[in-house]
């Protein structure tokens, strides 16, 4: 049995994976510190050892995981997590085997398999959390480039001087709203009010599909996938491909000469494809 564990920018999810299938799933805040984070850690391992027969921990985390130092290197909105020696601290202090793969990458690896995508070759994984990461796979296999940084989409400065991760991003979008009500609000909150037709969310979202379109517009012609496929905790909302795809056809009515539409899909297994991934990479190590 391996422990599969999500370290996102605002949840860490687990869960018990065995026969290719997750069990015992959870989810709790991402702690503000290395050393909360290594607290929570030890008490996930410890519950989970309680009950099952552990034999090794597979992470997904954000940033570039160099498999040879040990470390994330990059950036992610978990900026502690690039400031220590990932493996090496964690394997002293939790006393397993362990592996660590970008979640991005993680995401994709869950998502190439399902039977819809076994005969897709081409493609970008696009995941939409606290930040903006991704996945190039090219003939079935995923590419990293020459820094490690390929699929790191979240970093194209989409109107000049701001980031993808920072304009696509639902976290960073609520951000921008709670500060014109002058109260936090999360990231659903800001779509239920976008729903009831409150006109400053539905401004900020639309402002967030634009620019998701946009850098989606710009992979396709710099990359030419068959499919791009939408990951993240966004994808729960049910009209995001429409209002991607809406965003879109006003992108190419500025005149393209090549009017080649994305085709965008959403990805199948929500919440659980970074830890699926992170247990298919951890097996694959280790085999």
Partial sequence: ?????DIGGTGIKSAVFQAGKLMDKAICHTPPTWDLLCVCLQDLVNKYSSKYQISGLAFSVPGIPNQASGRVEGASSLRYIHQVNFVAELTQLLHLPLSFANDANCACLAE?????????KNFLMLVIGTGIGGTIVY??????GTHNFAGEFG?????????????G????????????????????????LADAHDAEAEAALAQMYHYLALGIYNLQYILDPQVIVLGGGITARLDLTAKINSALQEIMAY???APLTPVIRT?????????LGAAYYFTEKFE
């Fill in 139 to 144: 003939d079935r296999k995923i590419i990293a």
């Fill in 155 to 167: 970093m194209m400065l989409v109107d000049g001087h701001n980031e993808l991760a920072i304009l």
């Fill in 267 to 275: 990805a199948s297994y929500g919440n659980d494809a970074n830890l």
């Fill in 1 to 5: 049995m391996i422990l599969a564990i």
């Fill in 169 to 192: 991003s639902p976290v960073h979008t609520a951000e921008r709203v709670s500060r014109q009500k002058g109260r936090k609000l999360s990231g659903e909150e800001v779509f239920a």
């Fill in 255 to 257: 005149g393209q000469r």
């Fill in 112 to 120: 190439m398999n399902r039977p819809d995508m076994l005969q897709v």
